[in-house]
């Protein structure tokens, strides 16, 4: 695998990095095929129970690489547009990876979140951000209109007119701006960021894995769905859920009130 990202499996908890730290860890082709094989794998690995992915070097991402914009424009249209859509379709692949990956995604954001590295910050099902974190969509500076799920998830995160805002304007928003906005699910000191980050990754590798999984897809249907067909499939997943080891242990560990210990299963 490419420098470019790397990814370590420790208690559960697979740690991936993305890292090209002198350039904010700035999109490349190595991290887009890294980004993708890294969350298949993720999702298949029934070893790996949380994901946590974050960036190297006191930055998350910087978005695409613009340095290479401007170099695609040597080419030829046709070209240039076939290479285009075909890494925005890998890296639009990964978003949904994340989405529907059956077990608990956390995004530790430090420094710029900016292009790209929002929506794929915000793709997390938790976002922890630092004290140092930015957030800023940054795309109409360069000419260009919004991907990586931006116009899908944002709108439904922090409203219509925010989303416009942040299109439009391309300001910089902190960390505790962007939690006042629900972009992120928390802000953590600086000098407790890892340790936070840390801690919560082996509490949530440590729980009902089967269960989260089920409740991360229940409320992804939320959106779409009807309340009587929402009801549906509450009452599947639970039902599900209850023939699992781990809702035999919970029960067990409550009667014998101690906590519970999960193996995912």
Known sequence: MSPHITMEIEGGVASI???????????????????????????????????????????????????????????APAKRKAGVVRGLHSLHYTIC???????PVICAVEGAAAGFGVPLATAGDLT???????????????????????????PRMIGLKRTFEMLYLSD????????EMDLVTRVVPNDEFDHHVSELAAKLANGPTYAFGR???????????????QLELEAYAI???????????????????????????
């Not at 109409?140 to 990586?148: E, F, M, N, Q, V």
């Open 17 to 75: 990095v993305l890292n090209r730290p002198e350039a904010r860890n700035a999109l490349s082709e190595e991290m887009r095929a890294g980004l993708a094989e890294f969350m298949e794998q993720c999702e298949m690995d029934d070893a790996i129970r949380c994901v946590v992915l974050r960036g190297a070097g006191g930055h998350f991402m910087g978005g695409g690489d613009v340095k290479g914009f401007k170099e695609q424009k040597n080419m």
């Open 97 to 103: 990876r994340m989405r529907k990956m059956p077990k």
């Open 128 to 154: 922890i951000a630092a004290e140092s974190a930015f957030f800023t969509l940054a795309y109409a500076r360069i000419g260009l209109s919004p991907d990586g799920s931006s116009t899908y998830f944002l």
């Open 172 to 179: 910089r928003y902190t960390a505790v701006e962007a939690k």
């Open 215 to 229: 409740g991360k897809a229940l409320l992804n249907a939320s959106f779409e769905n009807s309340m009587e067909s």
């Open 239 to 265: 039902t599900d859920c209850m023939m699992t080891e781990d809702h035999t242990e919970g029960i067990t560990a409550f009667l014998e009130k101690r906590a519970p210990i999960f193996k995912g299963k």
